[in-house]
């Protein structure tokens, strides 16, 4: 049977640093469960503890998409520019 688990209690009992589980939960590699401030870790040599699955959230998708865009957007950009640098300064003045 499982448990839940301190920081210190699961990076002792599976040899890894503190950091590295804080880490892992930022990135949602662990699903902590919080009691009085403080992260606890399942813990069951048998069974492991429930993963998140969606790590991607659709503020970060919306986002990712209007990178995208945008980078387009900028090479579509130094295209005209480059252009527009080729072009004799006379062509581009009406006079």
Same mark, same amino acid.
């Given at each position: 049977m499982g448990e839940w688990l301190s920081l210190m209690e699961y990076a002792t009992r599976n040899g890894v640093s503190i950091s590295t589980l804080r880490r892992q939960i930022k990135g949602g590699r662990l699903l902590p469960r919080t009691e009085g401030g403080r992260y606890l870790l399942w813990?069951? *040599? $048998?069974? !492991? *503890? !429930? *993963? /998140? =699955?969606? =790590? =991607?959230?659709? /503020?970060? $998708?919306? &986002?990712? &998409?209007? &990178? #995208? #865009? *945008?980078?387009?957007e900028i090479a579509e950009l130094k295209t005209l520019l480059a252009f527009y640098e080729e072009q004799p300064l006379a062509s581009q003045l009406s006079i």
């Open positions: 813990h069951d *040599a $048998a069974q !492991p *503890a !429930p *993963a /998140r =699955t969606d =790590t =991607t959230s659709p /503020r970060v $998708a919306e &986002l990712e &998409l209007q &990178l #995208k #865009k *945008a980078r387009e």
